[in-house]
Structure formats: C-alpha cells, structure tokens
Nanobody, 125 residues
Framework: QVQLVESGGGLVQTGDSLKLSCVASGLPFSDYAMGWFRQAPGKEREFVAAISRYGSITIYADSVKGRFTISRDNVKNTVYLQMATLKAEDTAVYSC??????????????????WGQGTQVTVSS
C-alpha cells in the first residue's frame, strides 16, 4: 500500500522560506514521477510543481516559478519542495502525489494516483 506523508509546514511571515518533505513508502520510489499540489481555503486544489523519476525534468506553476524548487532523494524515498520569498497567497494545504510508474510528470491532478494527507502552510503578511 502506497503511503505518502508530508511534513515541514508551519506559520511563517511574508518573504520567509520553508522546506516541505514528503516521504513515500510501499512503492519503488524511483519508478514514480512526483508532484506537489496545494489547496487554499475556498479554492480548488492546484498544481505547484512536479519532478521526473530521477529529477531530470521539473515543471512549475507560473505562480511559483523562480521561488519554489522541487527535488528528490531516491535513497531516502523523499521529495522536497523548497519555498522561498513566500507570499500570503501561498497559504494552503500542500500535498504530494505520485503518478503511476514510469510516466512523465504532469500538472494534471487526474494523472496522479496516490496522495498524501497534506501539510498546512500559512504565510502571515
């Protein structure tokens, strides 16, 4: 059974940085492209970033490009989201997700089959 557990969220101020982690278990991690998504209060879940199996391909939402960096450590079965220059509009629950094996990363939620519970990020202005 695939399990994804996020951590690293918290309350920060505008302009601060924060690093999220997502530890995967129950799957051969390096077979899976991974993504980060977020859902703000009263809004639909949206794509943030995604990374290919070995990290050679990364994609970002325009709203976070240049501020957020996705990376992964296949030895630790972990995908990270380094967030910098945080803004109030980055406030959301951040969730990681795994695609089916051997597929490229995408920005579509429907392409991801396994999801974590999420971690809250609150940016105070």
């Amino acid at each position: 059974q695939v399990q994804l557990v996020e951590s690293g969220g918290g309350l920060v101020q505008t302009g601060d940085s924060l690093k999220l982690s997502c530890v995967a278990s129950g799957l051969p991690f390096s077979d899976y492209a991974m993504g980060w998504f977020r859902q703000a209060p009263g809004k639909e879940r949206e794509f943030v970033a995604a990374i290919s199996r070995y990290g050679s391909i990364t994609i970002y939402a325009d709203s976070v490009k240049g501020r957020f960096t996705i990376s992964r450590d296949n030895v630790k079965n972990t995908v990270y989201l380094q967030m910098a220059t945080l803004k109030a509009e980055d406030t959301a629950v951040y969730s990681c997700a795994a695609r089916s094996p051997y597929l490229r990363p995408t920005s579509r939620m429907s392409d991801y089959s396994s999801w974590g519970q999420g971690t809250q990020v609150t940016v105070s202005s």
